[in-house]
Protein backbone atom coordinates (compact mmCIF):
# COMPACT_ATOMS: atom_id res chain seq x y z
CA UNK A 1 0.00 0.00 0.00
CA UNK A 2 1.17 3.64 -0.68
CA UNK A 3 0.67 6.44 1.59
CA UNK A 4 0.76 9.89 0.51
CA UNK A 5 1.20 13.24 2.86
CA UNK A 6 -0.92 15.70 2.85
CA UNK A 7 0.59 18.81 0.81
CA UNK A 8 0.57 20.74 4.02
CA UNK A 9 2.84 18.45 5.35
CA UNK A 10 5.32 18.49 2.72
CA UNK A 11 5.29 21.92 2.00
CA UNK A 12 5.74 22.26 5.98
CA UNK A 13 8.51 19.99 5.75
CA UNK A 14 10.18 21.70 2.29
CA UNK A 15 10.06 24.97 4.28
CA UNK A 16 11.87 23.67 7.23
CA UNK A 17 14.85 22.04 4.82
CA UNK A 18 15.12 25.32 3.06
CA UNK A 19 15.42 27.56 6.31
CA UNK A 20 17.48 25.51 7.75
CA UNK A 21 19.81 25.33 4.81
CA UNK A 22 19.28 29.15 4.89
CA UNK A 23 20.52 29.62 8.71
CA UNK A 24 23.87 27.52 8.21
CA UNK A 25 24.88 29.32 5.16
CA UNK A 26 22.49 31.75 3.42
CA UNK A 27 20.31 30.86 0.01
CA UNK A 28 23.12 29.11 -2.83
CA UNK A 29 22.95 31.73 -5.61
CA UNK A 30 23.77 29.21 -8.08
CA UNK A 31 22.39 30.87 -10.57
CA UNK A 32 23.31 34.86 -11.95
CA UNK A 33 19.84 36.05 -13.70
CA UNK A 34 20.04 37.60 -16.88
CA UNK A 35 20.70 41.63 -16.71
CA UNK A 36 17.00 41.92 -19.15
CA UNK A 37 14.78 39.95 -20.65
CA UNK A 38 11.83 40.27 -22.88
CA UNK A 39 9.02 42.27 -21.74
CA UNK A 40 10.78 43.51 -18.81
CA UNK A 41 10.04 47.57 -19.46
CA UNK A 42 6.49 46.86 -20.45
CA UNK A 43 5.79 45.23 -17.71
CA UNK A 44 7.47 47.18 -14.83
CA UNK A 45 5.72 50.39 -16.58
CA UNK A 46 2.52 48.71 -16.55
CA UNK A 47 2.70 47.36 -13.24
CA UNK A 48 3.70 50.67 -11.68
CA UNK A 49 0.93 52.72 -12.79
CA UNK A 50 -1.44 50.18 -11.51
CA UNK A 51 0.21 49.59 -8.27
CA UNK A 52 -1.57 50.40 -4.57
CA UNK A 53 -0.45 54.04 -3.48
CA UNK A 54 1.09 53.87 -0.24
CA UNK A 55 1.25 50.30 -0.30
CA UNK A 56 4.42 48.32 1.35
CA UNK A 57 4.11 44.47 -0.04
CA UNK A 58 4.37 42.19 2.66
CA UNK A 59 8.06 40.04 3.07
CA UNK A 60 7.96 35.92 4.12
CA UNK A 61 9.68 35.16 6.93
CA UNK A 62 12.89 35.10 5.24
CA UNK A 63 12.64 38.18 3.41
CA UNK A 64 11.14 37.68 -0.05
CA UNK A 65 8.41 39.78 -1.22
CA UNK A 66 4.79 37.66 -0.22
CA UNK A 67 3.13 37.06 -3.19
CA UNK A 68 1.16 33.88 -1.63
CA UNK A 69 -2.33 33.07 -1.69
CA UNK A 70 -5.50 31.36 -2.53
CA UNK A 71 -6.59 33.60 -5.57
CA UNK A 72 -9.41 33.78 -8.50
CA UNK A 73 -9.20 34.96 -11.60
CA UNK A 74 -13.20 34.72 -12.39
CA UNK A 75 -13.97 37.88 -11.92
CA UNK A 76 -11.61 38.75 -15.16
CA UNK A 77 -13.56 35.55 -17.12
CA UNK A 78 -14.98 37.38 -20.95
CA UNK A 79 -12.01 40.29 -21.31
CA UNK A 80 -10.85 40.27 -24.75
CA UNK A 81 -7.27 38.84 -25.18
CA UNK A 82 -6.68 41.44 -27.61
CA UNK A 83 -7.52 45.21 -27.94
CA UNK A 84 -11.13 45.25 -29.76
CA UNK A 85 -11.33 47.03 -33.14
CA UNK A 86 -13.80 49.69 -32.14
CA UNK A 87 -11.02 50.84 -29.76
CA UNK A 88 -8.16 50.66 -32.41
CA UNK A 89 -5.52 53.37 -31.66
CA UNK A 90 -6.13 54.20 -28.16
CA UNK A 91 -4.07 52.73 -25.30
CA UNK A 92 -5.79 51.45 -22.16
CA UNK A 93 -6.36 54.45 -20.00
CA UNK A 94 -7.85 56.37 -22.97
CA UNK A 95 -10.80 54.31 -22.57
CA UNK A 96 -13.90 56.06 -20.55
CA UNK A 97 -15.83 54.89 -17.57
CA UNK A 98 -18.72 54.99 -19.44
CA UNK A 99 -17.10 53.18 -22.72
CA UNK A 100 -15.98 50.17 -20.18
CA UNK A 101 -19.32 50.49 -18.61
CA UNK A 102 -21.22 49.77 -21.98
CA UNK A 103 -18.70 47.17 -22.90
CA UNK A 104 -18.56 45.57 -19.76
CA UNK A 105 -22.86 45.26 -19.89
CA UNK A 106 -21.98 43.99 -23.50
CA UNK A 107 -19.42 40.99 -22.14
CA UNK A 108 -21.77 40.58 -19.62
CA UNK A 109 -25.01 39.80 -21.68
CA UNK A 110 -22.99 37.83 -24.57
CA UNK A 111 -21.77 35.36 -21.78
CA UNK A 112 -25.53 34.88 -20.65
CA UNK A 113 -27.09 34.29 -24.44
CA UNK A 114 -23.86 31.79 -24.62
CA UNK A 115 -24.36 30.24 -21.41
CA UNK A 116 -26.72 26.43 -21.98
CA UNK A 117 -29.86 26.78 -19.52
CA UNK A 118 -28.91 30.27 -18.63
CA UNK A 119 -31.19 33.48 -18.79
CA UNK A 120 -33.32 31.73 -22.09
CA UNK A 121 -29.98 31.51 -24.24
CA UNK A 122 -28.94 28.98 -26.92
CA UNK A 123 -26.37 26.68 -26.51
CA UNK A 124 -23.17 27.89 -26.46
CA UNK A 125 -21.78 27.19 -30.22
CA UNK A 126 -18.55 26.37 -31.41
CA UNK A 127 -16.59 25.16 -34.53
CA UNK A 128 -20.19 24.76 -35.38
CA UNK A 129 -21.30 21.98 -33.03
CA UNK A 130 -23.39 22.91 -30.58
CA UNK A 131 -22.41 21.69 -27.14
CA UNK A 132 -24.32 21.70 -23.75
CA UNK A 133 -21.99 21.60 -20.16
CA UNK A 134 -23.74 21.95 -16.75
CA UNK A 135 -24.91 25.15 -15.43
CA UNK A 136 -22.74 24.85 -12.49
CA UNK A 137 -19.42 24.86 -14.85
CA UNK A 138 -19.69 28.48 -14.91
CA UNK A 139 -17.65 30.16 -12.22
CA UNK A 140 -19.33 33.44 -12.71
CA UNK A 141 -22.01 34.27 -15.73
CA UNK A 142 -21.57 38.34 -14.34
CA UNK A 143 -18.13 39.07 -14.40
CA UNK A 144 -17.05 42.43 -13.44
CA UNK A 145 -13.75 42.65 -15.44
CA UNK A 146 -11.36 45.24 -14.03
CA UNK A 147 -9.45 44.83 -17.78
CA UNK A 148 -10.58 46.71 -21.24
CA UNK A 149 -7.70 43.92 -22.51
CA UNK A 150 -5.16 41.67 -21.98
CA UNK A 151 -2.31 42.25 -24.40
CA UNK A 152 0.04 45.25 -23.45
CA UNK A 153 2.70 44.72 -25.52
CA UNK A 154 2.99 45.32 -28.47
CA UNK A 155 1.42 48.56 -28.14
CA UNK A 156 -1.36 48.22 -30.58
CA UNK A 157 -2.59 45.59 -27.88
CA UNK A 158 -2.26 42.92 -30.84
CA UNK A 159 -0.12 39.41 -30.91
CA UNK A 160 2.59 40.11 -33.72
CA UNK A 161 2.65 39.54 -37.02
CA UNK A 162 4.25 35.53 -37.62
CA UNK A 163 8.11 34.82 -37.89
CA UNK A 164 9.11 33.89 -41.83
CA UNK A 165 8.91 30.35 -41.76
CA UNK A 166 6.59 29.91 -39.02
CA UNK A 167 4.43 27.44 -40.71
CA UNK A 168 6.88 25.01 -40.71
CA UNK A 169 5.90 25.23 -36.87
CA UNK A 170 2.41 24.22 -37.28
CA UNK A 171 1.11 21.64 -35.32
CA UNK A 172 -1.68 18.86 -37.01
CA UNK A 173 -3.71 18.20 -34.37
CA UNK A 174 -7.42 18.18 -34.25
CA UNK A 175 -9.71 20.44 -31.92
CA UNK A 176 -11.16 19.74 -28.82
CA UNK A 177 -14.55 18.96 -30.99
CA UNK A 178 -12.91 17.51 -34.19
CA UNK A 179 -14.13 14.07 -35.28
CA UNK A 180 -12.47 10.77 -34.00
CA UNK A 181 -8.81 9.92 -35.59
CA UNK A 182 -6.76 6.64 -36.16
CA UNK A 183 -5.45 6.64 -32.41
CA UNK A 184 -5.40 8.16 -28.96
CA UNK A 185 -2.02 9.56 -29.99
CA UNK A 186 -3.79 11.93 -32.48
CA UNK A 187 -6.22 13.54 -29.14
CA UNK A 188 -5.11 16.14 -27.09
CA UNK A 189 -3.51 15.06 -23.47
CA UNK A 190 -6.75 18.00 -22.51
CA UNK A 191 -9.08 15.28 -24.36
CA UNK A 192 -7.30 12.74 -21.82
CA UNK A 193 -8.05 14.96 -18.81
CA UNK A 194 -3.80 15.41 -17.87
CA UNK A 195 -1.19 18.23 -18.79
CA UNK A 196 -2.60 21.71 -18.60
CA UNK A 197 -0.37 24.49 -19.48
CA UNK A 198 1.88 27.51 -18.47
CA UNK A 199 0.27 30.23 -20.56
CA UNK A 200 -3.70 30.51 -19.10
CA UNK A 201 -6.57 33.20 -18.92
CA UNK A 202 -9.45 33.21 -17.24
CA UNK A 203 -12.04 31.23 -18.56
CA UNK A 204 -15.85 29.95 -17.65
CA UNK A 205 -14.46 27.36 -14.78
CA UNK A 206 -11.46 26.02 -13.14
CA UNK A 207 -10.16 29.82 -11.60
CA UNK A 208 -9.07 29.25 -8.38
CA UNK A 209 -5.30 29.22 -8.08
CA UNK A 210 -2.82 28.67 -5.26
CA UNK A 211 0.66 30.16 -4.75
CA UNK A 212 2.77 28.46 -2.08
CA UNK A 213 6.19 29.76 -1.35
CA UNK A 214 9.81 28.27 0.44
CA UNK A 215 12.99 29.97 0.51
CA UNK A 216 14.16 27.78 -2.56
CA UNK A 217 11.25 27.27 -4.40
CA UNK A 218 7.59 28.90 -4.93
CA UNK A 219 4.80 26.38 -6.40
CA UNK A 220 1.90 27.14 -8.04
CA UNK A 221 -1.21 24.94 -8.04
CA UNK A 222 -4.01 25.21 -10.26
CA UNK A 223 -7.48 24.10 -10.18
CA UNK A 224 -8.23 23.34 -14.05
CA UNK A 225 -6.46 20.30 -14.88
CA UNK A 226 -5.63 19.81 -11.10
CA UNK A 227 -1.74 21.28 -12.68
CA UNK A 228 0.97 21.46 -9.80
CA UNK A 229 4.18 23.04 -11.15
CA UNK A 230 7.18 23.94 -8.96
CA UNK A 231 9.94 26.69 -9.65
CA UNK A 232 13.48 26.32 -8.89
CA UNK A 233 14.96 29.67 -7.39
CA UNK A 234 18.45 30.74 -8.34
CA UNK A 235 18.74 27.38 -10.24
CA UNK A 236 20.16 26.43 -13.68
CA UNK A 237 18.30 24.88 -16.29
CA UNK A 238 17.83 21.28 -17.17
CA UNK A 239 19.51 19.79 -20.21
CA UNK A 240 17.81 20.93 -23.31
CA UNK A 241 17.00 16.93 -23.88
CA UNK A 242 14.96 16.78 -20.94
CA UNK A 243 11.47 18.64 -21.78
CA UNK A 244 8.78 18.00 -19.15
CA UNK A 245 4.79 18.74 -20.37
CA UNK A 246 5.10 21.99 -18.37
CA UNK A 247 8.33 22.91 -19.60
CA UNK A 248 11.30 23.70 -17.10
CA UNK A 249 10.61 27.31 -14.48
CA UNK A 250 13.30 28.49 -13.02
CA UNK A 251 12.95 31.99 -11.09
CA UNK A 252 14.42 34.91 -9.04
CA UNK A 253 13.50 37.97 -7.70
CA UNK A 254 13.83 41.40 -9.10
CA UNK A 255 12.81 43.74 -6.44
CA UNK A 256 9.41 43.10 -5.40
CA UNK A 257 8.74 41.05 -8.69
CA UNK A 258 9.24 37.32 -9.16
CA UNK A 259 10.83 36.23 -12.79
CA UNK A 260 10.18 33.01 -13.75
CA UNK A 261 11.67 31.35 -17.13
CA UNK A 262 10.43 28.29 -18.45
CA UNK A 263 12.25 26.81 -21.73
CA UNK A 264 12.09 22.97 -22.62
CA UNK A 265 8.86 22.64 -23.56
CA UNK A 266 8.06 19.37 -25.47
CA UNK A 267 7.78 19.69 -29.53
CA UNK A 268 3.74 18.28 -29.07
CA UNK A 269 2.81 21.26 -26.70
CA UNK A 270 1.14 23.84 -29.24
CA UNK A 271 0.15 27.10 -28.81
CA UNK A 272 -2.78 28.70 -31.27
CA UNK A 273 -1.46 25.77 -33.51
CA UNK A 274 2.28 25.97 -33.21
CA UNK A 275 4.76 24.03 -31.26
CA UNK A 276 6.43 26.06 -28.62
CA UNK A 277 9.73 23.78 -28.80
CA UNK A 278 11.83 26.84 -29.11
CA UNK A 279 9.49 28.86 -26.89
CA UNK A 280 11.29 31.05 -23.80
CA UNK A 281 8.17 32.19 -21.48
CA UNK A 282 8.69 34.64 -19.11
CA UNK A 283 6.35 34.99 -15.96
CA UNK A 284 6.41 38.46 -13.85
CA UNK A 285 4.39 38.23 -10.61
CA UNK A 286 4.22 41.39 -8.32
CA UNK A 287 1.90 42.26 -5.52
CA UNK A 288 0.01 45.22 -6.52
CA UNK A 289 -2.10 45.56 -3.28
CA UNK A 290 -3.24 43.98 -0.30
CA UNK A 291 -5.62 41.76 -2.29
CA UNK A 292 -4.24 41.36 -5.75
CA UNK A 293 -0.96 40.26 -7.75
CA UNK A 294 -0.22 40.97 -11.09
CA UNK A 295 0.46 37.73 -13.38
CA UNK A 296 2.62 39.43 -16.54
CA UNK A 297 3.52 36.64 -19.36
CA UNK A 298 6.13 37.10 -22.07
CA UNK A 299 5.93 34.82 -25.49
CA UNK A 300 9.80 34.85 -26.90
CA UNK A 301 9.33 32.50 -29.64
CA UNK A 302 11.32 33.68 -32.90
CA UNK A 303 10.10 30.81 -34.68
CA UNK A 304 7.04 31.60 -34.55
CA UNK A 305 6.34 35.15 -34.00
CA UNK A 306 8.37 38.34 -35.71
CA UNK A 307 8.92 39.84 -32.18
CA UNK A 308 8.44 39.03 -28.39
CA UNK A 309 4.72 40.01 -26.86
CA UNK A 310 3.02 40.20 -23.60
CA UNK A 311 -0.45 39.80 -22.12
CA UNK A 312 -1.35 40.45 -18.51
CA UNK A 313 -3.96 40.55 -15.81
CA UNK A 314 -4.54 40.33 -12.36
CA UNK A 315 -5.29 37.65 -9.21
CA UNK A 316 -7.60 39.00 -6.78
CA UNK A 317 -6.76 37.08 -3.36
CA UNK A 318 -9.69 35.24 -1.97
CA UNK A 319 -9.77 32.58 0.37
CA UNK A 320 -13.24 31.79 -0.16
CA UNK A 321 -12.26 30.42 -3.67
CA UNK A 322 -9.94 27.34 -2.72
CA UNK A 323 -9.41 24.65 -5.55
CA UNK A 324 -12.14 22.44 -5.76
CA UNK A 325 -11.22 18.86 -6.96
CA UNK A 326 -11.04 18.61 -10.86
CA UNK A 327 -12.17 15.16 -11.01
CA UNK A 328 -11.89 14.74 -15.08
CA UNK A 329 -11.38 11.36 -14.81
CA UNK A 330 -14.12 9.94 -13.12
CA UNK A 331 -17.06 8.92 -15.18
CA UNK A 332 -14.98 10.38 -18.05
CA UNK A 333 -15.59 8.14 -21.48
CA UNK A 334 -14.58 10.99 -22.82
CA UNK A 335 -11.61 9.88 -25.36
CA UNK A 336 -13.34 6.24 -25.77
CA UNK A 337 -16.50 7.64 -26.99
CA UNK A 338 -14.19 10.01 -29.39
CA UNK A 339 -12.40 6.93 -30.82
CA UNK A 340 -15.54 4.54 -31.33
CA UNK A 341 -17.16 7.56 -32.59
CA UNK A 342 -14.99 7.76 -35.39
CA UNK A 343 -14.93 3.97 -36.10
CA UNK A 344 -18.53 4.25 -36.48
CA UNK A 345 -18.49 6.99 -39.01
CA UNK A 346 -15.46 4.97 -41.17
CA UNK A 347 -18.06 2.20 -41.35
CA UNK A 348 -20.91 4.39 -42.67
CA UNK A 349 -18.85 6.53 -44.67
CA UNK A 350 -16.26 3.93 -45.70
CA UNK A 351 -13.53 6.58 -44.84
CA UNK A 352 -10.70 5.58 -42.66
CA UNK A 353 -8.66 8.96 -43.02
CA UNK A 354 -11.19 11.00 -40.80
CA UNK A 355 -9.20 13.84 -41.36
CA UNK A 356 -10.36 17.02 -38.97
CA UNK A 357 -13.28 18.68 -40.67
CA UNK A 358 -14.03 16.00 -43.62
Known amino acids: MTYRLPMSIVLSVATAVSLTAQASGGRAKRLQPPAALPGGEAVKAFVTARAAKA ?22 ANTPFERPTEW ?70 KIPALAPGAASQKVDRPGFLAPGRDS ?79 TNFPETVDYRGYTMKDLRLIERITRLGPKTVEWSVTFD ?36 NILSAGRTAEKLTGDSSMKTGK
Open 55 to 76: FTPPKTPWGDPDISGVFTTKDE
Open 88 to 157: AGRRMEDITPKEFAEALAARQQLALERAPFAGGGDDLIEQGVAIAVPIHWFDNLTAKNSRTWFVIEPADG
Open 184 to 262: YTDRSTTDRCIGGTVWRTPTLYGNSHDIVQTPDHVIFRYEAQRTARTIRLYQPHLSPAIRPLLGDSIGWWEGPTLVVET
Open 301 to 336: NPSVWSKPWTYSYPLTQDDTQMIFEYACHEGNFGLA
